[in-house]
């Protein structure tokens, strides 16, 4: 068996172990006395270094996982077109006049919310819009005769960066248009609902079904390009325009619950 310094073999009195014991008491005493020698120094080696010496700090702590929503009130967007001074609010064919007077070429004509609410009584807008959404754009649609147009009537467009700033195809996330159509969307039977499938399918749709959201029959048109939804409330028309990237469940939160224009209050207000 090996033995360390100080200890003791088996067999007493051997002189090899009293040997032993008082070779480890010296090389313990030379230790020691090494040690009160240069500790100091060895201390200022160590102060020296650790000058230096930048050990690197490690986070113990895991970092709290973080679920994004997917929706956020419409009452957090910005308008695009509230700057726009409008003088004839209570007067609608003053108003639609007053638009038309500042049209650039075409029937896709700058308004403001308040000359849209003003223009389209009761009109409604999403109460929620996908996560990400910044911005809207609005338009009144006038035709050449100068009178509003019914198919559609408005476009707002909801964007994720300030509007025309960026290409549609990239900032642009979702288009809601609206038309005056009293009358469609109030038959329940299953031709008048196939019937509409077939007026605003075209040669891209690739399906087309009927569901309730919100309390309210909803068209689903899908193609490569996006979804649509459609639905028929208070005298008007909604049909909404998804980008492909948005989910169906983003598309229907949009279809799912509206507030009239007139009482959205956007950020900054």
Not at 26 to 48: N, T
Not at 145 to 173: C, K, N
Not at 224 to 231: E, F, P, R, Y
Request: glycine content about 8%.
């Amino acid at each position: 068996m090996r033995g360390t310094f100080g200890a003791r073999r088996v067999v007493r009195g051997d002189v090899k172990t009293i040997a032993l014991k008082y070779s480890a008491r010296a090389v313990v005493a030379s230790a020691a006395v090494l040690l009160v020698a240069c500790g100091a120094p060895l201390r200022s080696v160590g102060e020296r270094s650790s000058r230096w010496i930048n050990e690197p700090q490690v986070a113990t702590t895991a970092a709290p996982s973080a679920t994004l929503p997917t929706s956020v009130g419409s009452d957090m967007l910005r308008w695009w077109n509230d700057g726009i001074v409008a003088e004839n609010l209570a007067d609608r064919d003053a108003l639609i006049a007053d638009v038309f007077a500042r049209r650039e070429g075409d029937r896709f004509i700058q308004a403001s919310r308040a000359e849209i609410a003003a223009a389209l009584p009761d009109v409604q807008f999403p109460a929620e819009v996908p996560y990400g959404a910044e911005w809207v754009s609005s338009q009144l649609v006038i035709e050449n005769s100068g009178e509003l147009s019914t198919d559609p009537s408005a476009a707002f467009g909801i964007w994720s960066a300030e509007p025309y700033t960026r290409s549609r195809s990239v900032a642009q996330i979702a288009v809601l248009l609206v038309s005056v159509d009293a009358g469609s969307g109030a038959e329940t039977t299953e031709s008048a609902e196939e019937a509409t499938c077939a007026q605003f399918a075209d040669a891209a749709t690739e399906t087309c079904d009927v569901t309730a959201i919100g309390g309210r029959r909803v068209w689903n048109l899908l193609s490569a390009g996006g979804t649509t939804l459609i639905w028929f409330e208070g005298g008007y028309r909604y049909q909404l325009r998804g980008r492909s990237f948005l989910s169906r469940e983003e598309m229907e939160k949009m279809a799912a619950e509206s507030v009239l224009l007139a009482e959205v209050s956007p950020v900054g207000d």
